[in-house]
T-cell receptor, first 113, second 114 residues
Framework: AQSVTQLGSHVSVSEGALVLLRCNYS??????LFWYVQYPNQGLQLLLK??????LVKGINGFEAEFKKSETSFHLTKPSAHMSDAAEYFC???????????FGQGTELSVKP | DTGVSQDPRHKITKRGQNVTFRCDPI?????LYWYRQTLGQGPEFLTY????????KSRLLSDRFSAERPKGSFSTLEIQRTEQGDSAMYLC????????????FGPGTRLTVT
């Protein structure tokens, strides 16, 4: 079975600091991985996706993630946090059976001025 | 491309009542997914359609839940005899295809059962 674990339910950084949100996956087949962001009372917006092309994936708003098979990880990073980055972030793996998304528990990112 | 829309955005109902939610996907998307999200949790899969065919239902989807996509366009999710445990955000998403395609999410319908 496929699963996703996000380490740290809450991360707090200062504005301008590095953002690192951790995601580890479990999959018996090469995974398709996604990062989504959710602002309060809104739906989810895709940040980036990995579909077995380049291992370093660039997304919107300056975010990027690196697929590391040996570590079964897909951590999300951004060099310099902005106040507008404060939101809930979800890592997800796409099931080969039908394409449903299996989400992690989410990480709430706070950005301090 | 107007995005995925959901109606209503908020619904408050009394326990035991029936409720129905609607989702309008992006027009050219043949796949439509329903998820449920409770506070502090990631979304959980409920069911999905390819065109008008419902191809998978989660064990989370009890007999009180039913979903349809009659013409392969919009979809409805009905909950009969609502319970307080049904209070959650119900999210709809659509995509062009299978596992490698990104899903585009609607704003969700927040259900509160009193």
């Amino acid at each position: 079975a496929q699963s996703v674990t996000q380490l740290g339910s809450h991360v707090s950084v200062s504005e301008g600091a590095l953002v690192l949100l951790r995601c580890n996956y479990s999959s018996s087949v090469p995974p398709y991985l996604f990062w989504y962001v959710q602002y309060p009372n809104q739906g989810l917006q895709l940040l980036l996706k990995y579909t077995s092309a380049a291992t370093l994936v660039k997304g919107i708003n300056g975010f990027e993630a690196e697929f590391k098979k040996s570590e079964t990880s897909f951590h999300l990073t951004k060099p310099s946090a902005h106040m507008s980055d404060a939101a809930e972030y979800f890592c997800a793996v796409s099931s080969y059976q039908g394409g449903k998304l299996i989400f992690g528990q989410g990480t709430e990112l706070s950005v301090k001025p | 491309d107007t995005g995925v829309s959901q109606d209503p955005r908020h619904k408050i109902t009394k326990r035991g009542q029936n409720v129905t939610f609607r989702c309008d996907p992006i027009s050219e998307h043949n796949r439509l997914y329903w998820y449920r999200q409770t506070l502090g949790q990631g979304p959980e899969f409920l069911t999905y359609f390819q065109n008008e065919a419902q191809l998978e239902k989660s064990r989370l989807l009890s007999d009180r839940f039913s979903a349809e996509r009659p013409k392969g366009s919009f979809s409805t999710l009905e909950i009969q005899r609502t319970e307080q445990g049904d209070s959650a955000m119900y999210l709809c998403a659509s995509s062009l295809g299978g596992p490698s395609y990104e899903q585009y999410f609607g704003p969700g319908t927040r259900l509160t059962v009193t």
